[in-house]
C-alpha cells in the first residue's frame, strides 16, 4: 500500500488519452490500497508517452463475455515494475496493471462480485466454491489469491491441488455440493492472456439473470474503494481453504468412462489401431493417460508437450484447432505409423483431431466434422442397442449452436430425434441441460447412476445424446455443464475402434455419413481488432451489417437476415432466445452467413455454411464446396474494409 500523492496529467496525456481511460487511471492510482507497483507502472507509462498501452490497459473495466471475463495478464509493454525479479518460464514477476487486465485486483474485485452474489442468493447459510486453474502465466497464483477473497467473506475454497481442467472443474462443483465454482483459464488464447470463468451450483457456467447480478456488483466494487472493506467488514468468520484429495480425480474420470458405448470394439482393434496425444503443455495430462490406460488403447504422448509450460514454446498458438499446433504430434504419427492424432487446449475443453485419409495421409478434421461424427455414431449406437426407441426417441437430443453445422441436425432428423440450437457459448447448452434436470422434478437426480439418469431422462424429460459446438467444444453426458475435451479423447477413439471394426477408416466413416446425408461444409473467417480503438471498429462493423445488410452474396440473394439482438426468437422447448448481437444471413441456394463479435476475444467472426447433394464425385464437391467458401470469404473481407472506411 502506497501513500504517495495524487496523480496530475500532463495537457499532452489528457489530449491523447480517452477520457474513460483518464478516470480509470486516476481511480487505480489515487486508491489508497493501491500497490507500488502498480503506481510505478503507471507513472512509467505515461513518462514514455505510451498512450494506446495505457488505452488498451485502461479504457475500460474488463468484461464479463460468453465465456467469462478474459483479457491480457501480460501487457504488450511491460514496464520495469512489472518485470521485477526474475521468475520461472520467463514470466513477469508481476501481472500488468490496469482496469482492463487480469491481475490480482480484478481477481480479488471479481471474485468479491461472486461472493457478494452468493451471500445475497444463500442468506444464512454456509457457503463454499471450487476453485481451479490451469498451466497458464500466473493462473495457480489467481486461483490462490481467488481463494483468500473468497475466505475474507466466509466462504470456504475448495482449491485442487495442482492444474485441472475445465471440465473437471465443472463436474466437481457439482459433485461437492458447493454454490458455485471459479476456473482460471483463458483457454487456448496466447500465452499474454488469462481470464477465468464462474460455475453456479449445477456446474454450468453462469447465465442471466446471474451474469448481471455478479456484473452489479462488481461494477459496484470497482467504483467505490471502500465497498470492498465494507463488505468483509461484515465477516464474522471467515471462510477456510480445503485441499481436495485424490478421489476427487477417481470420481471424474469414473465418470468419463461411462460415455464409452462399445468397449468390445475397442478390445477388439487395441492391437490394429494406435494414436498420437498431446496435451499441448495443458492440464490433458492428469487425465487422458489414464482414460485411455482404462479401455485398453494403444497411444503414444508428445513427450515435448507432456509438461505444464505457460510459454507453451513448442507451437504459436496453444489451439488444437490450427494445423500448427498439431505438427508434432502429426511428425509422431507419421513416425509411428499411428492411425489418429489427438490434441486439447490448456484447460482441455477443446479437442482437434488429424486422422488419414484414403491414401493414407494425414488430414485435420475440423470442429464441425468430429462433433457430426460423435453425433451420429452415438445416436446410431444408442438405437442399435435399443436404449433409444420408437417410443422415448422424441425425447432424446442433440444440442449444438447456431453456428454449428447444419448436418447434424440432418442427423437427427435421419434418426428421428430432435435438435436444438442455442446461441454461441457452452454455457447456454449447460443452461438446457439444467432445464432438464429440474423438468424431472426429483431433487436426488443428480446423485443417480449414468444408466438411471439416462433412462429417467428418456422417460421424464429430454436425454442429450450428444452437445457441442463448431468451435471443437463436445460433451457425451450431464455429468458436466462445459465442454469436456478429456471425454472427447476418449469418444473420438471409440469411434475409431468401431470404425476399424468395421473395416473403415475414420475417413471413410465421415465420407460415409456425407452419402446418407448430403455433403455440408463450412467455414470460419476471423479478423482482429485489437485495443480500446478496435472494440469501436468491431461494433461499426456489426452496427452496418444491420443497417445495411447486404443483397446478394455470391450471385445468391440473400432472403432472410435473422437479427438475434432485435427479433424474438424462441427454441423448440419454447424458451426464449437471449438477446445477442448476432445476425444470421440465409441464401437462395440454402446457405447461410452469421456475424457476431466474440464474448472474450477481441476479434468478430463470419461463419459460412453451405451443402451441396453427395452423389457424385465427393472428392470433386468438396473441392467445389471449398473454393465456393474462400471466393465467399474473399468477398466479405473486401465488403468490411469499406464498411470499417
Given amino acids: 500500500m502506497s501513500t504517495s500523492a495524487p496523480l496530475i496529467f500532463t495537457e499532452e496525456a489528457k489530449a491523447r488519452l480517452l477520457p474513460s481511460t483518464q478516470l480509470n487511471i486516476a481511480r487505480v492510482y489515487d486508491d489508497p490500497a493501491a500497490t507500488e507497483v502498480e503506481r510505478a507502472s503507471i507513472d512509467e507509462l505515461l513518462s514514455v508517452a505510451a498512450w494506446t498501452e495505457l488505452d488498451d490497459r485502461f479504457f475500460r473495466d474488463i468484461a464479463f463475455g460468453t465465456g467469462g471475463m478474459r483479457g491480457r495478464t501480460i501487457g504488450k509493454v511491460v514496464t520495469v515494475a512489472e518485470k521485477g525479479q526474475p521468475q520461472p518460464l520467463d514470466r513477469p514477476e508481476f501481472p500488468g496493471t490496469g482496469t482492463n487486465m487480469l491481475n490480482f485486483s480484478n481477481v480479488d474485485r471479481a471474485v468479491s462480485a461472486l461472493g457478494a452474489y452468493l451471500i445475497e442468493g444463500y442468506p444464512g447459510e454456509k457457503l463454499s466454491v471450487v476453485v481451479a486453474h490451469d498451466t497458464r502465466h500466473f493462473s495457480q497464483a489467481f486461483a490462490q489469491a481467488a481463494a483468500k477473497s473468497l475466505n475474507a467473506l466466509g466462504i470456504d475454497a475448495l482449491l485442487f491441488p495442482e492444474d485441472r481442467s475445465t471440465p473437471q472443474l465443472s463436474f466437481s462443483t457439482r459433485a461437492t455440493g458447493a454454490q458455485a465454482g471459479i476456473m482460471i483459464t483463458a483457454s487456448h488464447n496466447p500465452p499474454h492472456d488469462n481470464g477465468m470463468k464462474f460455475y453456479s451450483s449445477d456446474g454450468g457456467q453462469v447465465v442471466e439473470p446471474h451474469a448481471s447480478g455478479i456484473t452489479k456488483h462488481f461494477a459496484k466494487l470497482s467504483a467505490d474503494p471502500g465497498a470492498l472493506a465494507a463488505l468483509r467488514g461484515g465477516v464474522a468468520t471467515p471462510g477456510q481453504t480445503i485441499i481436495l484429495e485424490p478421489e476427487m480425480d477417481v470420481i471424474y474420470r469414473n465418470a468419463v468412462g461411462n460415455l464409452v458405448l462399445e468397449p468390445e470394439a475397442v478390445l477388439g482393434t487395441s492391437d490394429r489401431l494406435k494414436f498420437v496425444y498431446t496435451p499441448l503443455h495443458g492440464t490433458g495430462i492428469r487425465a487422458i493417460p489414464a482414460l485411455l490406460d482404462a479401455f485398453g488403447f ?91 426407441t420408437e417410443s422415448n426417441r422424441s425425447n432424446a437430443t442433440i444440442i449444438k449452436t447456431f453456428v454449428t453445422t447444419d448436418l447434424q441436425r440432418k442427423i437427427a432428423e435421419h434418426f428421428g430425434v430432435d435438435c436444438i440450437d442455442t446461441l454461441t457459448g457452452f454455457k447456454y447448452i449447460g443452461e438446457k441441460m439444467h432445464d432438464y434436470e429440474k423438468a424431472h422434478g426429483d431433487p436426488e437426480f443428480g446423485k443417480l447412476g449414468h444408466a438411471q439418469r439416462r433412462n429417467v431422462s428418456l422417460e421424464k424429460s429430454r436425454f442429450v445424446i450428444f452437445a457441442g459446438e463448431e468451435s471443437y467444444g463436445y460433451t457425451g453426458g450431464d455429468y458436466v455443464r462445459d465442454k469436456d475435451g478429456n471425454a472427447a479423447v476418449l469418444m473420438f477413439a471409440e469411434v475409431a475402434a468401431w470404425a476399424k471394426s468395421q473395416g473403415q477408416t475414420l475417413a471413410e466413416y465421415l465420407d460415409a455419413i456425407y452419402r446418407q446425408m448430403g455433403f455440408y461444409t463450412e467455414r470460419l473467417g476471423t479478423l482482429t481488432f485489437e485495443g480500446a480503438q478496435g472494440a469501436k471498429q468491431i461494433a461499426k462493423l456489426l452496427a452496418s451489417f444491420r443497417a445495411e445488410p447486404p443483397a446478394t452474396y455470391q450471385g445468391q440473394a440473400v432472403t432472410r437476415v435473422d437479427d438475434f439482438g432485435l427479433q424474438d426468437f424462441t427454441d423448440i422447448d419454447g424458451k426464449k432466445i437471449p438477446k445477442e448481437i448476432m445476425l444470421l444471413f440465409h441464401l437462395a441456394d440454402g446457405g447461410r452467413m452469421a456475424v457476431r463479435g466474440s464474448g472474450t476475444e477481441p476479434k468478430i467472426k463470419f461463419y459460412f455454411f453451405t451443402r451441396a447433394a453427395a452423389s457424385g464425385d465427393l472428392e470433386a464437391i468438396k473441392v467445389e464446396r471449398k473454393a465456393f467458401l474462400e471466393a465467399w470469404w474473399a468477398e466479405v473481407q473486401e465488403d468490411v474494409k469499406k464498411r470499417v472506411g
Fill in 298 to 388: 494403444r497411444y503414444s504422448i508428445v513427450e515435448a508437450q507432456r509438461v505444464g509450460d505457460s510459454r507453451f514454446p513448442t507451437v504459436k498458438s496453444p489451439n488444437p484447432e490450427n494445423a500448427e499446433a498439431l505438427e508434432l504430434a502429426i511428425r509422431q504419427a507419421e513416425a509411428e505409423k499411428a492411425d489418429v492424432v489427438m490434441a486439447t487446449d490448456p484447460d482441455c475443453d477443446r479437442m482437434g483431431v488429424a486422422v488419414r485419409d484414403a491414401s493414407g495421409k494425414m488430414i485435420l478434421l475440423t470442429g464441425n466434422q468430429i462433433g457430426s461424427i460423435l453425433a451420429y455414431y452415438r445416436t446410431s449406437r444408442l438405437i442399435a442397442q435399443g436404449i433409444i
